[in-house]
């Protein structure tokens, strides 16, 4: 018996999540009688259930069937004052304004008698885009109630207002009680700033944090300024607020050493090396020293010409001398080879010493990093089959890590260069699935080249030449290697290879700063090469050549506004889009 009553029970669940499913779909395309009858059965079912008779309540009133609805309404035996809301919503419809009114300051007034029901009641409001109302409401609670928070559910009417303003007041509040969240409103305010200073929003938000500022002492309102300084690439400003940061609470350095390496990564290198000679000037540990030294020497190994090399040569071996060869030292260590192979050419020292850095005991990543450098030495060498065992080695070694992954890409690109087209191929199919997005962009760009010119012609001259031109540029011997795809671009005419020369021409010519070169490059393959895969490329980087280096902010426009419209599907589609904006003066949000 007891399990027949089970079957029943279920059965009738069923039949009730059915009749349930149907109504929404009903409702939803528009069948408001249909769905009318089957909510009058749920509701006569279950005459306790608040849903349930709003969704009846609201067929009755898509059919104009309002004095049926205020009826159901205000015959409910529930005691949710939200129906108080709906019921002055039903008066609206009936153009009922007064009558209208005074439920909705019913509504309100029922927090005086059970302010835990303001959620129920703000939401009612919300449903009807009563959003004045739904405001008031809140505010009433948080007044009768301090210790409740619905700052957040403010901030978000307020932005749907457009009265950024009080969002971003809302938003502050908010935080200053629940700091955990600071992550999440960073993120609600990077959809109403941009990276433009002078957009409105960003000075409202910069007003706001320092009123606060002023107001109290919390360090989270410099951290906030801090962030938008970041977001308008106002780095010296940002590293301003982060000394502050630390003077007040001198626990860690990272957050100015955060600042710099943004800086480092946006090509702000004066105010980058500022910030690390900072960092340099007080550190007390010899590792962030260290670390930060480093660091600037990158930058200016990154800007250095040839009659720079000497200098930079021996702050490495000073650095070097200081902090000692040890586990410790190794990215230092491997700095310096780089260095000392691709500035100065001096490929035996680099290995020599990389194979010195070995014999240390390191730990297997650490090893890794060493033997990566190593191989890619080799590579530049063209030492090709010594360089893949050392890549191997690396796979084996720390399997499905991104430095594996990044070894494996680096034999298909050594096997490419070799011209062993097949075999390199097979190892990018692998990579397509890579967890690093960079790495799996990388191996996707290698195939497709591979794959879209190795049947053209049966001995891949063209292919290979491209390989030898690719190789050229990854040993610094930039003109070399534009030469050979100009040689590329004159044997080889009707070739497919011909849009992904251009393209990596002009990409060398800006490496060497000839951008009206790279720029005709990029006209030349928008012109001839419209339906191919690079032309968004084409599209963008030209567009970034005109605004950034050339002058040529208007023809920007116009190209940013061909991806929009003819490439929503490229991957430069939204900062296209962001771009654009800037330039027509957008507030962007």
């Given at each position: 018996?007891?399990?027949l009553?089970?079957?029943?029970?279920l059965?009738?669940?069923?039949?009730?999540?059915?009749?349930?499913?149907?109504?929404?779909?009903?409702?939803?395309?528009?069948?408001?009688?249909?769905?009318?009858?089957?909510y009058?059965?749920?509701?006569?079912?279950?005459?306790?259930?608040?849903?349930?008779?709003?969704?009846?309540?609201?067929?009755?009133?898509?059919?104009?069937?309002?004095?049926?609805?205020?009826?159901?309404?205000?015959?409910?035996?529930?005691k949710?004052?939200?129906l108080l809301?709906?019921?002055?919503?039903?008066?609206?419809?009936?153009?009922?304004?007064?009558?209208?009114?005074t439920?909705?300051?019913?509504?309100?007034?029922?927090?005086?008698?059970d302010?835990?029901?303001t959620?129920?009641?703000?939401?009612a409001?919300?449903?009807h885009?009563?959003?004045?109302q739904?405001?008031?409401?809140?505010?009433?609670?948080?007044l009768?109630?301090?210790?409740?928070?619905?700052?957040?559910?403010?901030?978000?009417?307020?932005?749907?207002?457009?009265?950024?303003?009080?969002?971003?007041?809302?938003?502050?509040?908010?935080?200053?009680?629940?700091?955990?969240?600071?992550?999440?409103?960073?993120?609600?305010?990077?959809?109403?700033?941009?990276?433009?200073?002078?957009?409105?929003?960003?000075?409202?938000?910069?007003?706001?944090l320092?009123k606060?500022?002023?107001?109290?002492?919390?360090?989270?309102?410099?951290?906030?300024?801090?962030w938008?300084?970041?977001?308008?690439k106002?780095?010296?400003?940002?590293?301003?607020q982060?000394?502050?940061?630390?003077?007040?609470?001198?626990?860690?350095?990272?957050?100015?050493?955060?600042?710099?390496?943004?800086?480092?990564?946006?090509?702000?290198?004066?105010?980058a090396?500022?910030?690390?000679?900072?960092?340099?000037?007080?550190?007390?540990?010899?590792?962030i020293?260290?670390?930060?030294e480093?660091?600037?020497?990158?930058?200016e190994?990154?800007?250095?010409?040839?009659?720079?090399?000497?200098?930079?040569?021996?702050?490495?071996?000073?650095?070097?001398?200081?902090?000692?060869?040890?586990?410790?030292?190794?990215?230092?260590?491997?700095?310096?080879?780089?260095?000392?192979?691709f500035?100065?050419?001096?490929?035996?020292?680099?290995?020599?010493f990389?194979?010195e850095?070995?014999k240390?005991?390191?730990?297997t990543?650490?090893?890794?990093?060493?033997?990566?450098?190593?191989?890619?030495?080799?590579?530049?060498q063209?030492?090709?089959n010594e360089?893949?065992?050392y890549?191997?080695?690396?796979?084996?070694?720390?399997?499905?890590?991104?430095?594996?992954?990044?070894?494996?890409f680096?034999?298909a690109?050594?096997?490419?260069?070799?011209?062993?087209?097949?075999?390199?191929?097979?190892?990018?199919?692998?990579?397509?699935?890579?967890?690093?997005?960079?790495?799996?962009?990388?191996?996707?760009?290698?195939?497709?080249?591979?794959?879209d010119?190795?049947?053209e012609?049966?001995?891949?001259?063209?292919?290979k030449?491209y390989?030898?031109?690719?190789l050229?540029?990854f040993?610094n011997?930039?003109?070399?290697?534009?030469?050979?795809?100009?040689?590329?671009?004159?044997?080889?005419?009707?070739?497919?290879?011909?849009?992904?020369?251009?393209?990596?021409?002009?990409?060398?010519?800006?490496?060497?700063?000839?951008?009206?070169?790279?720029?005709?490059?990029?006209?030349?393959?928008?012109?001839?090469?419209?339906?191919?895969?690079?032309?968004?490329?084409?599209?963008?980087?030209?567009?970034k050549?005109?605004?950034?280096?050339?002058?040529?902010?208007?023809?920007?426009?116009?190209?940013?506004?061909?991806?929009?419209?003819?490439?929503?599907?490229?991957?430069?589609?939204?900062?296209?889009?962001k771009?654009?904006?800037?330039?027509?003066?957008?507030?962007?949000?």
């Open positions: 018996m007891k399990f009553y089970i079957i029943c029970f059965f009738s669940l069923h039949a009730f999540s059915q009749d349930d499913i149907l109504a929404k779909e009903y409702f939803k395309n528009g069948a408001f009688e249909k769905a009318q009858i089957l009058k059965k749920i509701h006569e079912k279950h005459p306790t259930h608040y849903v349930f008779l709003i969704q009846l309540v609201k067929t009755h009133q898509q059919l104009e069937q309002l004095e049926e609805a205020q009826e159901l309404l205000q015959n409910s035996k529930l949710n004052p939200a809301v709906e019921i002055g919503y039903n008066y609206q419809l009936k153009n009922d304004i007064e009558s209208a009114n439920y909705y300051n019913k509504a309100i007034e029922s927090l005086d008698i302010v835990s029901a959620y129920y009641v703000s939401r409001f919300e449903e885009s009563l959003l004045d739904a405001i008031i409401t809140y505010e009433k609670a948080m009768l109630k301090p210790e409740y928070n619905f700052n957040v559910q403010l901030a978000r009417i307020y932005g749907e207002q457009g009265n950024v303003e009080k969002m971003f007041y809302s938003y502050v509040n908010f935080i200053e009680s629940n700091e955990n969240y600071v992550n999440t409103i960073k993120r609600a305010f990077s959809e109403f700033i941009s990276e433009d200073k002078s957009n409105p929003n960003n000075i409202i938000l910069k007003k706001i320092l606060k500022i002023q107001e109290t002492p919390d360090l989270l309102f410099n951290n906030l300024l801090s938008l300084f970041i977001q308008q106002e780095y010296y400003k940002a590293f301003t982060e000394k502050a940061i630390f003077k007040r609470n001198p626990e860690s350095l990272n957050r100015i050493e955060n600042v710099a390496t943004i800086a480092a990564n946006e090509n702000q290198d004066a105010i090396i500022e910030i690390f000679e900072y960092i340099v000037k007080i550190a007390q540990d010899p590792e020293t260290l670390k930060a480093n660091n600037i020497l990158q930058i190994t990154k800007n250095a010409v040839p009659k720079d090399y000497t200098a930079l040569n021996k702050k490495y071996i000073t650095l070097l001398e200081t902090y000692g060869k040890h586990p410790g030292t190794i990215d230092l260590q491997v700095a310096y080879a780089h260095f000392l192979a500035n100065l050419k001096d490929t035996e020292q680099a290995t020599t990389l194979k850095s070995l240390l005991r390191l730990t990543y650490q090893a890794s990093k060493v033997k990566l450098e190593l191989a890619d030495i080799l590579v530049f063209e030492k090709f360089a893949l065992i890549y191997t080695q690396i796979q084996r070694s720390l399997k499905n890590s991104t430095i594996s992954q990044e070894a494996r680096k034999v690109k050594t096997s490419y260069y070799k011209g062993d087209f097949k075999w390199a191929e097979s190892q990018l199919k692998i990579l397509k699935s890579s967890t690093s997005q960079l790495i799996a962009n990388d191996a996707l760009d290698l195939k497709l080249l591979i794959s010119n190795k049947y012609d049966s001995t891949q001259t063209a292919l030449l390989a030898k031109a690719d050229l540029a040993q011997r930039t003109q070399e290697a534009i030469s050979i795809l100009d040689k590329i671009m004159a044997a080889h005419k009707t070739e497919t290879i011909i849009d992904q020369a251009l393209y990596k021409q002009a990409q060398l010519f800006e490496s060497k700063k000839q951008y009206q070169k790279a720029a005709d490059n990029y006209q030349q393959i928008i012109k001839d090469y419209k339906e191919e895969i690079l032309a968004d490329d084409a599209l963008f980087y030209l567009a050549l005109y605004n950034n280096h050339l002058a040529l902010p208007e023809k920007a426009k116009e190209l940013y506004e061909e991806i929009i419209f003819n490439h929503q599907d490229s991957i430069y589609f939204i900062e296209a889009r771009n654009y904006r800037m330039l027509r003066g957008d507030a962007i949000n």
